[in-house]
């Protein structure tokens, strides 16, 4: 998200001749008087087909999910040893979740709210 001035300007191809470094929008609200565009850098859709919706698609994975496949199901090591700015952690590796990994039991009431 462009948040000063001059990346808005440039995200929407517009010529830049600001120098300073300004806010993309009034901070103050009474200063807030016409909408603000901003640029939009990276847009997807997503959508179920026929199959079902999207907790009626989830449930059935979640229904077929084997047992074996253990408590690192999900993650992925990444080595975290030089994260730069002159930081070092020899040896460190942490688990990165990816966006399946369950937080807990999904508990649906009677009316069906989750």
Do not use: C, K
Not at 4 to 24: F, H, K, N
Not at 28 to 47: G, K
């Amino acid at each position: 998200m462009a948040v000063l001035e001059v990346g808005r300007l440039v995200g929407l191809g517009q010529d830049v001749a600001i120098t300073s470094l300004q806010p993309a929008w009034p901070l103050q609200p009474q200063d807030r008087t016409a909408p603000v565009v901003l640029p939009v850098y990276y847009h997807w859709v997503f959508a179920t087909g026929s199959g079902g919706d999207f907790e009626s698609l989830v449930r059935t994975l979640w229904e077929n999910i084997p047992v074996h496949l253990g408590s690192g199901f999900g993650t992925r090591p990444v080595d975290a040893s030089a994260p730069g700015s002159g930081l070092s952690w020899p040896g460190a590796v942490v688990a990165l979740e990816g966006a399946g990994v369950s937080r807990g039991p999904l508990v649906v009431t009677e009316s069906g709210q989750a």
